[in-house]
Protein backbone atom coordinates (compact mmCIF):
# COMPACT_ATOMS: atom_id res chain seq x y z
CA UNK A 1 0.00 0.00 0.00
CA UNK A 2 1.17 2.97 -0.50
CA UNK A 3 2.49 5.66 2.04
CA UNK A 4 0.93 8.89 1.55
CA UNK A 5 2.47 11.04 4.49
CA UNK A 6 5.38 10.29 7.21
CA UNK A 7 7.33 12.48 9.35
CA UNK A 8 10.93 11.88 9.50
CA UNK A 9 13.83 13.51 10.80
CA UNK A 10 11.21 17.26 11.69
CA UNK A 11 10.69 17.27 7.76
CA UNK A 12 7.28 16.45 6.90
CA UNK A 13 7.40 14.12 4.05
CA UNK A 14 4.19 14.09 1.63
CA UNK A 15 3.44 12.11 -1.91
CA UNK A 16 2.87 14.98 -4.51
CA UNK A 17 -0.50 13.31 -5.69
CA UNK A 18 -0.95 16.63 -8.07
CA UNK A 19 2.03 14.34 -10.28
CA UNK A 20 0.50 11.18 -9.93
CA UNK A 21 -0.14 8.45 -12.04
CA UNK A 22 2.48 9.89 -14.23
CA UNK A 23 5.33 10.49 -11.51
CA UNK A 24 5.66 8.96 -7.82
CA UNK A 25 7.81 11.99 -5.86
CA UNK A 26 7.91 12.71 -2.40
CA UNK A 27 8.04 16.22 -1.42
CA UNK A 28 9.94 17.18 1.88
CA UNK A 29 8.19 19.68 3.66
CA UNK A 30 10.69 21.64 6.11
CA UNK A 31 8.45 24.06 7.90
CA UNK A 32 4.75 24.56 8.39
CA UNK A 33 4.77 27.27 5.69
CA UNK A 34 5.04 24.26 3.28
CA UNK A 35 2.75 21.84 4.90
CA UNK A 36 0.27 24.91 4.21
CA UNK A 37 1.05 25.08 0.69
CA UNK A 38 1.10 21.39 0.26
CA UNK A 39 -2.45 21.14 1.50
CA UNK A 40 -3.55 24.46 -0.83
CA UNK A 41 -2.40 22.97 -3.38
CA UNK A 42 -3.71 19.22 -3.56
CA UNK A 43 0.16 17.39 -3.12
CA UNK A 44 -2.00 16.12 -0.15
CA UNK A 45 -5.35 15.83 -0.21
CA UNK A 46 -8.52 14.13 1.23
CA UNK A 47 -9.81 14.66 4.66
CA UNK A 48 -7.96 12.75 7.15
CA UNK A 49 -5.08 12.99 5.31
CA UNK A 50 -4.77 17.10 5.62
CA UNK A 51 -5.94 16.52 8.96
CA UNK A 52 -2.63 14.18 9.60
CA UNK A 53 -0.49 17.04 7.46
CA UNK A 54 -2.28 19.62 9.60
CA UNK A 55 -0.75 17.66 13.33
CA UNK A 56 2.64 17.22 11.65
CA UNK A 57 2.51 20.87 10.67
CA UNK A 58 1.66 21.73 14.02
CA UNK A 59 4.40 19.59 15.03
CA UNK A 60 7.28 21.02 13.37
CA UNK A 61 6.10 24.55 13.48
CA UNK A 62 6.76 24.12 17.36
CA UNK A 63 9.95 23.30 16.73
CA UNK A 64 10.76 26.83 15.23
CA UNK A 65 8.79 28.50 18.84
CA UNK A 66 11.28 30.43 20.88
CA UNK A 67 9.52 30.29 24.51
CA UNK A 68 9.94 29.48 27.98
CA UNK A 69 7.11 29.18 29.36
CA UNK A 70 3.92 27.47 28.24
CA UNK A 71 1.57 30.55 27.61
CA UNK A 72 4.45 31.90 25.53
CA UNK A 73 4.49 28.78 23.44
CA UNK A 74 0.67 28.53 23.28
CA UNK A 75 0.68 32.57 21.93
CA UNK A 76 3.45 30.84 19.35
CA UNK A 77 1.44 28.36 17.93
CA UNK A 78 -1.50 30.41 17.15
CA UNK A 79 -0.17 31.81 13.54
CA UNK A 80 0.71 27.64 13.29
CA UNK A 81 -2.70 27.47 13.72
CA UNK A 82 -4.00 29.70 11.94
CA UNK A 83 -1.79 29.65 8.93
CA UNK A 84 -2.90 25.52 8.67
CA UNK A 85 -6.61 26.69 8.71
CA UNK A 86 -6.77 29.10 6.19
CA UNK A 87 -5.31 26.27 3.42
CA UNK A 88 -9.04 24.73 3.02
CA UNK A 89 -12.48 24.99 4.83
CA UNK A 90 -14.79 22.04 3.72
CA UNK A 91 -12.95 19.24 5.69
CA UNK A 92 -13.49 19.45 9.10
CA UNK A 93 -9.95 17.68 9.73
CA UNK A 94 -7.56 20.67 10.28
CA UNK A 95 -10.15 22.26 12.58
CA UNK A 96 -10.16 18.67 14.18
CA UNK A 97 -6.16 18.27 14.37
CA UNK A 98 -5.57 22.20 15.69
CA UNK A 99 -8.31 21.57 18.44
CA UNK A 100 -7.01 18.06 19.51
CA UNK A 101 -3.62 19.74 19.58
CA UNK A 102 -5.28 23.00 22.26
CA UNK A 103 -6.95 19.97 24.56
CA UNK A 104 -4.09 17.74 24.79
CA UNK A 105 -1.72 20.44 25.52
CA UNK A 106 -4.28 22.03 28.09
CA UNK A 107 -3.27 19.01 30.29
CA UNK A 108 0.38 20.17 29.69
CA UNK A 109 0.88 23.56 31.10
CA UNK A 110 3.19 22.36 34.26
CA UNK A 111 5.70 20.96 31.40
CA UNK A 112 8.68 22.76 30.36
CA UNK A 113 8.27 23.91 26.74
CA UNK A 114 11.36 21.45 25.27
CA UNK A 115 9.21 18.39 26.23
CA UNK A 116 5.79 19.68 24.56
CA UNK A 117 7.70 19.92 21.68
CA UNK A 118 8.78 16.67 21.71
CA UNK A 119 5.19 15.83 22.90
CA UNK A 120 3.64 17.18 19.47
CA UNK A 121 6.49 15.17 17.42
CA UNK A 122 4.74 11.57 19.17
CA UNK A 123 1.35 12.95 18.99
CA UNK A 124 1.43 13.57 15.14
CA UNK A 125 3.38 9.99 14.44
CA UNK A 126 0.27 8.83 16.75
CA UNK A 127 -2.53 10.41 14.84
CA UNK A 128 -0.89 9.14 11.57
CA UNK A 129 -0.80 5.77 13.26
CA UNK A 130 -4.15 5.63 14.58
CA UNK A 131 -5.85 6.80 11.45
CA UNK A 132 -4.92 3.51 9.60
CA UNK A 133 -6.12 1.50 12.64
CA UNK A 134 -9.63 3.77 12.70
CA UNK A 135 -9.57 2.81 8.37
CA UNK A 136 -9.39 -0.59 9.10
CA UNK A 137 -11.88 -0.66 11.55
CA UNK A 138 -14.30 1.39 9.43
CA UNK A 139 -13.05 -1.68 6.59
CA UNK A 140 -14.23 -4.43 9.11
CA UNK A 141 -18.01 -2.85 10.09
CA UNK A 142 -18.60 -1.34 6.35
CA UNK A 143 -17.41 -5.25 4.51
CA UNK A 144 -20.43 -6.95 5.75
CA UNK A 145 -22.72 -4.75 3.32
CA UNK A 146 -20.37 -6.15 0.28
CA UNK A 147 -21.54 -9.12 -0.94
CA UNK A 148 -19.55 -11.51 -2.88
CA UNK A 149 -19.42 -10.97 -6.61
CA UNK A 150 -20.42 -7.00 -6.01
CA UNK A 151 -20.05 -4.23 -7.98
CA UNK A 152 -19.23 -1.23 -5.47
CA UNK A 153 -18.92 2.82 -7.19
CA UNK A 154 -17.24 5.16 -5.74
CA UNK A 155 -16.12 8.90 -6.20
CA UNK A 156 -13.34 11.11 -5.73
CA UNK A 157 -10.46 9.50 -3.88
CA UNK A 158 -11.23 8.30 -0.41
CA UNK A 159 -8.57 5.37 -0.11
CA UNK A 160 -5.24 5.45 1.35
CA UNK A 161 -3.80 8.48 -0.75
CA UNK A 162 -6.73 10.44 1.26
CA UNK A 163 -5.32 9.04 4.72
CA UNK A 164 -2.62 7.64 6.72
CA UNK A 165 -3.51 4.46 4.87
CA UNK A 166 -5.99 2.08 3.79
CA UNK A 167 -8.71 4.50 3.32
CA UNK A 168 -12.26 5.35 4.17
CA UNK A 169 -14.11 4.48 1.47
CA UNK A 170 -11.57 1.97 0.17
CA UNK A 171 -11.78 0.39 3.77
CA UNK A 172 -14.86 -1.87 2.66
CA UNK A 173 -13.34 -2.42 -0.41
CA UNK A 174 -10.19 -3.59 0.69
CA UNK A 175 -11.51 -5.74 3.58
CA UNK A 176 -13.95 -7.62 1.48
CA UNK A 177 -11.55 -8.34 -0.83
CA UNK A 178 -8.89 -9.77 2.36
CA UNK A 179 -12.30 -11.95 3.08
CA UNK A 180 -12.17 -13.28 0.02
CA UNK A 181 -15.10 -11.71 -1.92
CA UNK A 182 -14.69 -10.91 -5.51
CA UNK A 183 -15.52 -7.54 -5.92
CA UNK A 184 -15.22 -5.09 -8.52
CA UNK A 185 -15.00 -1.20 -8.25
CA UNK A 186 -16.51 1.62 -10.72
CA UNK A 187 -14.26 4.39 -10.13
CA UNK A 188 -15.75 8.20 -11.38
CA UNK A 189 -13.21 10.23 -12.55
CA UNK A 190 -13.73 12.97 -10.54
CA UNK A 191 -13.80 16.41 -12.90
CA UNK A 192 -12.24 18.56 -12.76
CA UNK A 193 -9.15 17.90 -10.54
CA UNK A 194 -9.45 13.89 -11.58
CA UNK A 195 -8.87 12.00 -8.01
CA UNK A 196 -11.12 9.17 -9.36
CA UNK A 197 -8.97 8.62 -12.28
CA UNK A 198 -5.73 9.36 -10.95
CA UNK A 199 -5.64 8.78 -7.58
CA UNK A 200 -8.52 5.85 -7.11
CA UNK A 201 -7.93 3.62 -10.11
CA UNK A 202 -3.81 3.82 -9.54
CA UNK A 203 -3.92 3.03 -6.09
CA UNK A 204 -6.75 0.29 -6.50
CA UNK A 205 -4.48 -1.20 -9.63
CA UNK A 206 -1.47 -0.95 -7.59
CA UNK A 207 -3.22 -3.56 -4.98
CA UNK A 208 -4.72 -5.54 -8.00
CA UNK A 209 -8.23 -4.73 -6.74
CA UNK A 210 -10.26 -5.11 -10.50
CA UNK A 211 -11.64 -1.25 -11.13
CA UNK A 212 -12.57 0.06 -13.90
CA UNK A 213 -13.00 3.68 -15.20
CA UNK A 214 -16.13 5.78 -15.82
CA UNK A 215 -16.32 9.53 -16.95
CA UNK A 216 -18.65 11.38 -13.84
CA UNK A 217 -21.80 11.48 -16.36
CA UNK A 218 -21.54 7.35 -16.81
CA UNK A 219 -22.71 6.36 -13.65
CA UNK A 220 -26.70 6.97 -14.13
CA UNK A 221 -26.58 4.69 -16.81
CA UNK A 222 -24.88 1.92 -15.13
CA UNK A 223 -26.97 2.20 -12.33
CA UNK A 224 -29.92 2.11 -14.25
CA UNK A 225 -28.87 -0.83 -16.10
CA UNK A 226 -28.56 -2.56 -12.68
CA UNK A 227 -24.76 -2.67 -13.23
CA UNK A 228 -24.03 -1.38 -10.16
CA UNK A 229 -24.88 -3.13 -6.17
CA UNK A 230 -23.64 -0.57 -3.75
CA UNK A 231 -22.04 3.16 -3.50
CA UNK A 232 -19.22 4.12 -1.06
CA UNK A 233 -18.02 6.97 -1.02
CA UNK A 234 -15.88 9.40 1.87
CA UNK A 235 -16.73 12.20 3.83
CA UNK A 236 -14.67 15.72 4.42
CA UNK A 237 -17.62 16.76 6.83
CA UNK A 238 -20.89 15.16 8.02
CA UNK A 239 -22.90 16.71 10.57
CA UNK A 240 -25.44 16.22 13.42
CA UNK A 241 -28.32 15.87 10.68
CA UNK A 242 -26.25 13.21 8.85
CA UNK A 243 -25.95 15.79 6.12
CA UNK A 244 -22.64 14.97 4.18
CA UNK A 245 -20.37 17.47 2.21
CA UNK A 246 -17.91 15.48 -0.22
CA UNK A 247 -16.31 16.44 -3.43
CA UNK A 248 -18.57 17.89 -5.87
CA UNK A 249 -20.88 15.25 -7.54
CA UNK A 250 -21.28 13.46 -4.76
CA UNK A 251 -24.39 14.77 -4.29
CA UNK A 252 -26.27 13.94 -8.17
CA UNK A 253 -24.64 9.70 -7.55
CA UNK A 254 -26.85 9.57 -4.28
CA UNK A 255 -29.69 10.88 -5.85
CA UNK A 256 -29.20 8.67 -9.03
CA UNK A 257 -29.10 5.76 -6.21
CA UNK A 258 -31.96 6.66 -4.68
CA UNK A 259 -33.79 6.38 -7.93
CA UNK A 260 -32.19 3.20 -8.66
CA UNK A 261 -32.81 1.73 -4.86
CA UNK A 262 -28.49 1.33 -4.81
CA UNK A 263 -27.72 1.53 -1.21
CA UNK A 264 -25.25 5.00 -1.07
CA UNK A 265 -23.21 4.41 2.21
CA UNK A 266 -20.42 6.98 3.75
CA UNK A 267 -17.42 5.95 5.12
CA UNK A 268 -16.90 8.83 7.90
CA UNK A 269 -14.09 8.60 10.85
CA UNK A 270 -15.35 10.46 14.04
CA UNK A 271 -12.62 13.02 12.51
CA UNK A 272 -14.52 14.11 9.69
CA UNK A 273 -18.16 14.38 11.80
CA UNK A 274 -18.72 17.42 12.60
CA UNK A 275 -21.44 17.43 15.85
CA UNK A 276 -21.21 21.53 16.36
CA UNK A 277 -23.25 22.01 12.96
CA UNK A 278 -26.92 20.95 12.81
CA UNK A 279 -27.35 20.33 9.34
CA UNK A 280 -25.46 20.15 5.39
CA UNK A 281 -26.55 24.12 5.07
CA UNK A 282 -24.02 25.29 7.35
CA UNK A 283 -20.80 23.53 6.08
CA UNK A 284 -18.30 25.98 4.49
CA UNK A 285 -17.91 25.10 1.05
CA UNK A 286 -14.79 25.69 -0.94
CA UNK A 287 -14.54 27.49 -4.25
CA UNK A 288 -11.71 26.95 -6.10
CA UNK A 289 -9.76 28.46 -9.34
CA UNK A 290 -11.10 28.50 -12.83
CA UNK A 291 -7.83 27.11 -14.50
CA UNK A 292 -8.99 23.92 -12.84
CA UNK A 293 -11.70 23.56 -15.13
CA UNK A 294 -10.51 25.86 -17.99
CA UNK A 295 -7.37 23.49 -18.57
CA UNK A 296 -6.58 20.02 -18.54
CA UNK A 297 -2.77 19.50 -16.99
CA UNK A 298 -1.71 22.90 -18.98
CA UNK A 299 -3.60 22.92 -22.07
CA UNK A 300 -6.16 25.38 -22.06
CA UNK A 301 -9.25 23.56 -23.00
CA UNK A 302 -12.35 26.27 -22.68
CA UNK A 303 -13.13 29.47 -24.54
CA UNK A 304 -10.79 32.24 -23.45
CA UNK A 305 -12.37 34.28 -20.64
CA UNK A 306 -15.30 32.00 -20.09
CA UNK A 307 -16.75 32.43 -16.87
CA UNK A 308 -16.83 29.62 -14.78
CA UNK A 309 -17.52 28.49 -11.47
CA UNK A 310 -15.53 25.90 -9.54
CA UNK A 311 -17.05 24.13 -6.64
CA UNK A 312 -15.04 21.75 -4.91
CA UNK A 313 -17.43 20.29 -2.88
CA UNK A 314 -21.41 19.09 -2.29
CA UNK A 315 -24.23 18.66 0.10
CA UNK A 316 -25.71 15.52 -0.14
CA UNK A 317 -28.63 15.37 2.18
CA UNK A 318 -28.99 12.82 4.74
CA UNK A 319 -32.03 11.14 3.15
CA UNK A 320 -29.83 9.21 0.52
CA UNK A 321 -27.55 7.97 2.89
CA UNK A 322 -28.51 4.49 3.36
CA UNK A 323 -25.60 4.12 6.49
CA UNK A 324 -22.61 5.94 7.61
CA UNK A 325 -20.07 3.76 8.30
CA UNK A 326 -17.36 4.68 11.59
CA UNK A 327 -15.28 3.10 13.48
CA UNK A 328 -18.13 2.68 16.31
CA UNK A 329 -20.33 0.83 13.51
CA UNK A 330 -22.28 1.92 10.77
CA UNK A 331 -25.41 4.02 11.63
CA UNK A 332 -28.15 5.12 9.80
CA UNK A 333 -28.27 9.50 9.41
CA UNK A 334 -30.90 9.91 11.60
CA UNK A 335 -29.27 8.32 14.60
CA UNK A 336 -25.48 9.91 14.03
CA UNK A 337 -26.33 12.81 16.30
CA UNK A 338 -26.36 10.01 19.34
CA UNK A 339 -22.80 8.51 19.18
CA UNK A 340 -22.15 12.27 20.76
CA UNK A 341 -24.70 11.97 23.37
CA UNK A 342 -23.33 10.52 26.61
CA UNK A 343 -24.94 6.91 27.88
CA UNK A 344 -26.03 5.30 23.69
CA UNK A 345 -26.76 2.28 23.68
CA UNK A 346 -24.40 1.82 20.34
CA UNK A 347 -25.69 -1.79 19.64
CA UNK A 348 -28.95 -0.75 20.14
CA UNK A 349 -28.65 1.69 16.57
CA UNK A 350 -25.97 0.14 14.93
CA UNK A 351 -26.95 -1.15 11.59
CA UNK A 352 -26.47 -5.11 10.43
CA UNK A 353 -26.86 -6.27 6.76
CA UNK A 354 -29.72 -8.79 6.70
O1 LIG B 1 -10.45 17.96 -2.96
P1 LIG B 1 -10.06 16.68 -2.31
O2 LIG B 1 -9.32 15.76 -3.21
O3 LIG B 1 -9.35 16.91 -0.99
O4 LIG B 1 -11.44 15.98 -1.95
C1 LIG B 1 -11.42 14.75 -1.29
C2 LIG B 1 -12.75 14.14 -1.07
O5 LIG B 1 -13.77 14.71 -1.40
C3 LIG B 1 -12.79 12.84 -0.33
O6 LIG B 1 -13.86 12.06 -0.75
C4 LIG B 1 -12.95 13.13 1.17
O7 LIG B 1 -11.97 14.03 1.60
C5 LIG B 1 -12.88 11.89 1.98
S1 LIG B 1 -11.25 11.23 2.02
C6 LIG B 1 -11.22 9.86 2.99
Not at 33 to 53: N, Q, S
Request: aromatic share 6%; charged share 25%; proline share 5%.
Amino acid sequence: MVKTIELVDGVVRMLDQTRLPREVIYVDCTDYHMVAKGIKDLWIRGAPAIGIAASMGIAIGAQEIKASAFDEFMAGLEPVFQTLLATRPTAVNIQWAVERTKKLLAGKKDEPVDSLKSFLIEEANNVLAQDIEINKTIGKWGAQFIKDGDIVITHCNAGSLATGGYGTATGPIRAAVEQGKKIQVIADETRPVLQGCRLTAWELMQDNIPVTLITDNTAGALLRKGEINLAIVGTDRTVANGDVANKIGTYSLAVLCKENSVPFYVAAPLSSIDFSIPSGDFIPIEERGPEEVTHVFGCHIAPEGVKVRNIAFDVTPAKYVTGIITEKGVFRPKDLHKLNERGTDLDSIMMKAE
